[in-house]
């Protein structure tokens, strides 16, 4: 399944309380926001995702082709095995913010500003290049 199929949307916004499961879905678009403050599983996106709220828990089930953005918000984001971060893992607007947890193999590009890496069984790579702050990582 593919949301925004052939027409790629601007921005899909998860917004409210409550757990939501969509990690056999491919999401099309250019942005997608999380403000929401139950449990989240998304599927593969060609998207930068941003989050918007402290209490966002996201599993991530397929690659990110954009950025992930903590945006200043200590949420939690957990890559599976074999999900990958094409763009950066940044933090807009702030330092040691979110937690990163990748449960196996997975290549991310920069990360710059987090507060904690969490990695599991598995090679993780981290693209070279640019600022790299973590403020702790645990393996």
């Known amino acids: 399944k593919t949301f925004g199929?052939?027409?790629?949307?601007?921005?899909?916004?998860?917004?409210?309380?409550?757990?939501?499961?969509?990690?056999?879905?491919t999401f099309n678009t250019t942005n997608i926001v999380l403000d929401i403050t139950g449990q989240l599983e998304l599927g593969a996106t060609t998207a930068n995702v941003v989050l918007f709220n402290d209490a966002v828990q996201l599993t991530q089930t397929g690659n990110i082709?954009?950025?992930?953005?903590?945006n200043a918000k200590n949420g939690t984001v957990t890559?599976?095995?074999?999900?990958?971060?094409a763009g950066a893992v940044q933090n807009t607007g702030g330092t040691n913010n979110g937690t990163l947890i990748v449960l196996g193999a997975s290549n991310l590009n920069r990360?710059?500003?987090?507060?904690?890496?969490?990695?599991?069984?598995?090679?993780v790579t981290i693209a070279k290049g640019g600022n790299v702050k973590i403020g702790e990582i645990q393996g």
């Not at 199929?5 to 879905?25: E, M, N, P, R, S």
């Not at 890559?79 to 971060?85: A, C, H, Q, S």
């Not at 990360?111 to 090679?123: D, R």
């Open 79 to 85: 890559l599976n095995n074999n999900v990958n971060v």
């Open 65 to 70: 082709g954009g950025f992930l953005n903590f």
């Open 111 to 123: 990360v710059n500003g987090i507060a904690m890496l969490k990695v599991g069984a598995g090679n």
């Open 5 to 25: 199929g052939a027409h790629k949307l601007q921005t899909i916004v998860f917004k409210g309380a409550g757990d939501c499961g969509a990690a056999g879905t």
